[in-house]
């Protein structure tokens, strides 16, 4: 967390509501979170420009800066972009870890509750390089059902664990795995190579459906993640086998079950209807 609808969420949202804006000031509170430039550099680069585009690569958020360099935020499990008007709870600001104050006032804030996510600053060449290993966007109307069928055939892994190898397909986490599986009635442990070219057809449209339902209620929040304006996504009360199991199935009616075994993160999935 956040997953692909999470950081498309704040992507947009900052897209927004800070695009063009220029950045006049950077306070730094806890270094340990920025990787690829010290906080001095960080300042001397940013202090200036111009918030040119907010948009999402992955789990990434990226903002583009009007010198070329590109803000790259990695939120992990408790990172947020929290956008400050002066109204931000103190809940939040006691967690910030470096905000970037705008020319109208605003402060852009980067929160990270246990610190484990990341800020960047890459030239564009960087930037490139780094995403260069990622796979493609499932989102993306070229990826096709063809396109996963061939990513399936090529792993004996548990299919669940190749839908979240970022370097096969980026975006998809624990929570939109199982649910993309079950929608699909795809057993999450079955190797990926085994499934037939209908059931990888059958979880492509899955994957598109549930990724763009959530976009649709702005993610999904537990706890931790928020989206630019504090806000919690809603999508926690469409979860069909997320985090319920030992509950009815909401299709067959049969008990969901739950393990730790595929990768070590918790997975649920009906033994009665999903094959």
């Not at 001397?44 to 800066?65: H, N």
């Not at 396109?147 to 624990?174: E, F, P, T, Y």
């Not at 929608?183 to 057809?201: F, T």
């Amino acid at each position: 967390m956040p997953e692909l609808p999470e950081t498309e969420t704040i992507a947009r949202d900052l897209d927004a509501a800070v695009g063009g804006s220029r950045i006049v000031e950077v306070v730094v509170r806890r270094a340990d979170v920025l990787r690829e430039v010290e906080p001095a550099e960080l300042a001397m680069r940013t202090q200036g420009t111009v918030i040119q585009r907010c948009w999402r690569r992955a789990k990434l958020v990226v903002i583009d800066l009007s010198s070329g360099d590109r803000l790259v935020v990695q939120p992990r499990f408790t990172g947020a972009l929290l956008l400050d008007s002066g109204d931000l709870p103190e809940r939040e600001r006691q967690y910030s870890t470096l905000d970037f104050l705008l020319e109208d006032g605003r402060r852009l804030h980067y929160r990270d509750i246990r610190r484990l996510g990341t800020l960047a600053l890459m030239k564009p060449e960087r930037f490139a390089a780094y995403t260069a290993a990622l796979g493609p966007e499932p989102l993306d109307p070229a990826f096709m059902a063809a396109d996963l069928v061939v990513l399936l055939r090529a792993s004996r892994q548990a299919v669940k664990k190749v839908l979240m190898d970022q370097r096969r397909v980026v975006g998809i986490g624990n929570i939109y795995a199982n649910e993309a599986l079950w929608r699909a009635r795809v057993q999450p442990g079955r190797p990926a190579r085994s499934l037939s070219d209908h059931e990888a057809a059958r979880l492509h449209g899955a994957v598109r459906d549930v990724l763009t339902e959530s976009i649709g209620h702005r993610g999904t929040s537990f706890r931790d993640y928020r989206d630019a304006s504090g806000g919690q996504g809603g999508f926690a009360a469409h979860l069909a086998v997320y985090g319920r199991g030992g509950e009815e199935c909401p299709r067959c009616h049969g008990a969901l079950s739950e393990t730790h075994e595929i990768d070590g993160r918790t997975t649920v999935w009906c033994p009665d209807c999903q094959r």
